[in-house]
């Protein structure tokens, strides 16, 4: 798995705190150092719209169409996902899911169904079925390659939702990568998020 930052609003914290002073006609009183309490004070209050003013968009490789799928979930998000419609998939890679990996006999019964899914899916080519309905045999396993944007508010709701323990160990360890980033880049805003 690969996530990596390609955009993101110049210096986003100020403009969250431009937005939400609008609101209160106080732009007179920005000051860097009053900065994070302020933005703690919008999200303690749930004043959340002026979160949206700020954007992220990150590209995401090597993660499995079952973690996209959760991904895409998340429509106020949005996704532009390498094609199995248009791009080739003969020899396709495929994830292994640790618990998958850990025991011998899955292990092999695995590998050997992802050999004969290549396979079916070479032969169908071959044969002249088109690549759109050759996909049709291709297994969640297969990774995926997606650029994702969305604003920070639905950025917090997502990282909300996919850091929970109860989250498929996946699409977790995607939203750990994407909120180290966004700590980074917005410390105030994703600072009070936790890596469970």
Known sequence: ?????????????????????????????????????????????????????????????????????????????????????????????????????KNEKAADFYHDLMKQLQQGYKHLLDIG???????????NACPTHIVMSANFREWLHILQLRLAPSAQWEIRELARQILTIL???APTVFGYLRLK
């Not at 995401?60 to 998000?77: D, N, W």
């Not at 949005?78 to 248009?86: A, G, K, L, M, N």
């Not at 079925?129 to 297994?139: G, N, S, V, Y």
């Open 183 to 185: 700590r980074r880049e």
């Open 1 to 101: 798995m690969k996530v990596e930052l390609i955009s993101i609003t110049k210096d986003p914290e100020n403009v969250i705190e431009i937005a939400a002073r609008t609101c209160y006609d106080t732009r007179h009183k920005i000051y860097d150092k009053n900065r994070g309490k302020f933005l703690q004070k919008l999200m303690k209050a749930q004043h959340m719209s002026v979160f949206e003013h700020a954007w992220a968009t990150f590209d995401i490789s090597g993660i499995s169409r079952a973690c996209s799928h959760q991904l895409v979930r998340h429509r106020l998000a949005s996704f532009s996902q390498r094609s199995q419609r248009y791009v080739r998939e003969e020899g396709f890679e495929y994830i292994t899911p640790e618990t998958i990996d």
């Open 129 to 139: 079925i088109p690549k759109e309905d050759a996909r049709f045999i291709l297994p």
